[in-house]
């Protein structure tokens, strides 16, 4: 009996926690309606309790702002202020030629997630969900992020000569003497604390000004640190010459240019500016020397994969071990320990004993040092991953493009091309890539900011982009990133381009072909062509041409004083282009009947046509 009076007890508290359960979640239901549920969220923000519009009118207001206006800096210095502003994006003279320096992305679809947190799903969802807030906090995040190459650039381009230079002690030779430079205190800013202040303002939207205070910055020596080592200075400058060689090559240096690398390092010694020597060399030595290796190129020729063009090894700089052998040839053996004993540092040129450094005419001989490096991808590769037929192509034209931007495209093509994708992998074009700089072999391409054009790096990747995310439809993969120019561009038409820019917007697809793909790029009469080749499963795959909708008309044309162009002239931009909107329907039939579908939205801004007006020009009036 007593048993039963227990069961009846245990039930009726279960009855009482279900209905106080319930309750709760319909005061939630009642109280929370159109609002956000407490302990929500976004980006560091507190939202909960207010409704969906007040929030979304706060974030709608500064991402309107941002658009309109940019991200304003303020740096403070010995100088005064500068306000240095950076925009969205700088548009050139092209549509896709566009440096995006930050983008807010799907700012609405994020906020929307945060509302419905605890709103979707059945009722027991909804209880855990919104319990989960109210006990543990939900955080929600924007996905607007900032290009650090773009801004790094920008930043340095916009500051320079602004901040005072810091000016370390150098030796320097003039009229047959050398002195010693007296070094001065200088003015700097970490780029990471300009582009950590500029995350914060991106991720809650807020478009106010960003005050920078610069730093002082010392010397990393003195004029007096470096008078103690002035009689080895001497010595370097009017007994020591290098000559650096490579078979029938050389290149010289005499000793009074070779003082301007000396520098003290964290212990006191006499030591090269390592990255001096290395600038010598890209600037000088590895154009010329440089031979990067050639991967095998293939064909299909009677349903056979044939290699048409066989592999090569390649013969690259080695940079490290160069700049080691001139610090060996320049200090021979030993090394001066610090100030006390510079007098008695044993110079190459002095060391006789040293019998690995060599003498020919004056001049101490360096040996370039290369290294050899394997093709990436060979017949024995092909051999080895069972790849064996030509499973997807794509092509794209781009004539009519600078010099520049054809240059981009083949160094671009270079890096991807030989390049083996595992099964199941996700293809990031953007890390395949790497580093778009001009260390990397890129070079800048004008851009139009304000009233000016500049030089940004970036123009010709999009080509690449656009290529590749062709290539991959038309091989039938799951496309998992992309994203459209923001105008049309005229290389591709709308609905079938694909932008990139580090490190988002990025293109990325799965390799689910359950076997290896060999991806494979050549530029050939203004083609860009990339080939897949691996092994065909049988699926079948469609893609629906673009269907057009929400066409926007053009805008006035804007003319825009420059002295980059010549006196009286005027230079434009490419045909201006509507605003539009663009779907395209994909889909994959496999071999077991799984169908993949997948719909690409693309909505275009209109392309105005931008003039460059040179002094002297007139510029028309508007009709």
């Known amino acids: 009996m007593n048993s039963v009076n227990i069961s009846k007890k245990t039930l009726a508290y279960i009855i009482i926690a279900i209905a106080t359960t319930f309750g709760v979640f319909l005061f939630f239901e009642y109280t929370y309606n159109n609002r956000f549920y407490p302990g929500i969220y976004v980006d560091g923000r507190l939202v909960g309790g207010k409704t969906y519009t007040e929030v979304f009118n706060e974030y709608k207001k500064g991402a309107e702002a941002l658009d309109k206006d940019g991200i304003t800096l303020i740096f403070e210095s010995e100088k005064g ?24 992305g799907d700012w609405e679809g994020s906020l929307r997630e945060a509302y419905d947190y605890g709103r979707n799903g059945n009722i027991l969802t909804k209880i855990f969900e919104q319990a989960n807030s109210l006990i543990k906090n939900k955080e929600f995040n924007f996905p607007a992020v900032f290009q650090s190459e773009a801004i790094s650039s920008f930043y340095s ?13 150098n030796f320097v030779y003039v009229g047959n003497k050398i002195y010693v430079s007296k070094e001065s ?88 500016d390592k990255n001096k020597i290395k600038l010598f060399l890209n600037k000088n030595i590895i154009p010329v020397l440089d031979n990067r290796p050639m991967s095998s190129r293939f064909e299909v020729q009677g349903g056979k994969l044939i290699e048409i063009e066989k592999g090569r090894i390649g013969n690259m700089v080695d940079i490290e071990k160069t700049v080691a052998k001139v610090e060996e040839v320049i200090f021979g053996t030993k090394r001066s320990l610090g100030i006390a004993d510079s007098m008695v540092a044993s110079l190459g040129g002095l060391a006789i004993g040293n019998s690995d450094i060599i003498i020919n005419n004056g001049y101490l001989v360096v040996p370039i040092e290369i290294t050899e490096e394997e093709p990436s991808v060979t017949k024995d590769t092909v051999d080895e991953y069972n790849i064996n037929e030509l499973v997807g192509v794509a092509t794209t034209n781009f004539k009519g493009s600078s010099a520049d931007r054809i240059h981009n495209i083949k160094v671009g093509v270079s890096k991807l091309t030989g390049l083996l994708i595992a099964p199941g992998e996700e293809f990031s074009t953007v890390f395949s890539i790497g580093t778009t700089s001009e260390e990397e072999g890129f070079v800048a391409e004008f851009v139009i900011k304000e009233d000016k054009s500049i030089k940004e790096l970036g123009g010709g990747l999009c080509q690449i982009a656009t290529t590749l995310f062709r290539l991959a439809l038309n091989t039938g993969l799951p496309i998992t990133e992309r994203v459209n120019h923001r105008y049309v561009v005229g290389y591709y038409g709308p609905g079938l381009d694909a932008t990139i820019y580090d490190p988002h917007p990025d293109l990325r697809f799965i390799n689910d072909t359950g076997k290896y793909l060999l991806l494979q790029g050549t530029v050939k009469d203004n083609n860009l062509i990339f080939e897949f080749f691996g092994q065909k499963d049988g699926r079948h795959i469609y893609i629906s041409e673009p269907v057009l909708s929400d066409e926007k008309p053009i805008p006035e044309t804007k003319y825009l004083m420059s002295t980059d162009v010549p006196y009286a002239t005027q230079q434009c931009s490419e045909t201006p282009r509507k605003g539009i909107t663009a779907e395209v329907d994909y889909a994959v039939t496999y071999k077991n009947g799984k169908i993949n579908e997948q719909k690409f939205k693309s909505i275009y801004q209109p392309w105005r046509k931008i003039c460059l007006i040179g002094l002297g020009a007139t510029i028309p009036l508007k009709k």
């Open 81 to 104: 202020e500068r306000i240095v502003n950076i925009p969205m994006e700088a548009s050139g003279m092209s549509p896709d030629r566009v440096v995006a320096y930050f983008s807010l």
């Open 185 to 272: 205190a200088g003015e700097d800013l970490d780029f990471s604390e300009v582009s950590q202040e500029i995350e914060k303002k991106l991720s809650s939207f807020d478009p106010s000004p960003i005050r920078l205070k610069a730093k002082t910055r010392m010397p990393s020596f003195s004029k007096e640190e470096m008078k103690m080592f002035l009689p080895v200075a001497n010595e370097i400058a009017h007994g020591i010459n290098v000559d650096f060689r490579y078979k029938s090559y050389g290149w010289k240096v005499s000793g009074k240019k070779l003082i301007t690398w000396l520098r003290l390092d964290e212990n006191g010694r006499l030591s090269l």
């Open 157 to 169: 381009r916009e500051i320079k000569g602004y901040f005072k230079e810091t000016i370390s002690s």
